[in-house]
């Protein structure tokens, strides 16, 4: 429960890289990167991919999933799974995150998304700043990693993709919260309906769900 299914290719690349991105981190190692999405949303799981690239992998379009708009992440998205060597999309629910909190599940999800990788990394490249070691496999935490290898961006592309996917079914469960344009995060529309209507089963307990002036008692 929590993994994505993924298919692995086993592509070679003729291309030389030209992105703006770095190709990897240590030279003739087997890296993976990873990256979450939903970190910050007060309903749905927290999402997170992690993607194994050939060192030869470039596109120029390629970067932070922030950067790029709904369309380009799409595109990217199909180029990465047909492209990638491995990838892994994992998920940890909202009621995971009540019980662990959104730091813990955050490492979850990534540990999940490295248990659907078809090949095995000897590295892993993590964006941000702290990490729970996975299995005996060396790790790197880079903040706004992202932005700076290709791996990262890329698993950062899946992860909110996937994610987004997620929420736009959740949407039509629960179409008065407008997931299909919030994703869940907080936005003004959000916590007026939740202020309005109440929280759903998919709301994060363990969030403020309404801004700090708002009082409501949502036992």
């Not at 770095?22 to 993607?51: L, N």
């Not at 180029?79 to 019980?99: P, T, Y």
């Not at 909190?101 to 490492?107: D, E, Q, T, V």
């Not at 490295?114 to 299995?135: M, T």
Request: hydrophobic share 40%; charged share 25%; net charge positive.
């Amino acid at each position: 429960a929590g993994t994505i299914p993924q298919r692995s290719f086993g592509i070679q690349f003729s291309r030389s890289w030209t992105g703006m991105l770095k190709p990897f981190h240590t030279k003739g190692v087997v890296e993976a990167g990873c990256d979450e999405a939903g970190r910050g949303c007060i309903a749905g799981p927290v999402f997170a991919a992690a993607v194994i690239l050939s060192p030869k992998f470039s596109n120029a379009v390629l970067d932070d999933s922030k950067k790029l708009s709904a369309r380009k992440r799409e595109k990217l998205r199909i180029l990465i799974e047909q492209e990638a060597l491995a990838w892994g999309v994992g998920l940890v629910s909202e009621k995971e995150i009540d019980k662990i909190n959104i730091l813990n599940a955050s490492f979850l999800a990534m540990h999940r998304a490295l248990e659907g990788l078809q090949q095995a990394p000897s590295h892993l490249l993590i964006d941000g700043n702290r990490f729970k070691a996975y299995e005996d496999i060396p790790h790197s935490c880079i903040i706004k990693g992202d932005g700076i290898y290709a791996s990262i961006a890329a698993a950062s592309i899946l992860a909110k993709t996937h994610r987004d996917e997620y929420m736009g079914k959740l949407h039509l469960e629960y179409p008065l919260y407008a997931w299909d344009r919030n994703m869940g995060y907080p936005t003004r529309e959000h916590r007026k309906a939740v202020l309005k209507h109440g929280p759903t089963p998919y709301h994060r307990r363990s969030f403020r769900l309404l801004d700090a002036q708002t009082r409501l008692n949502f036992s």
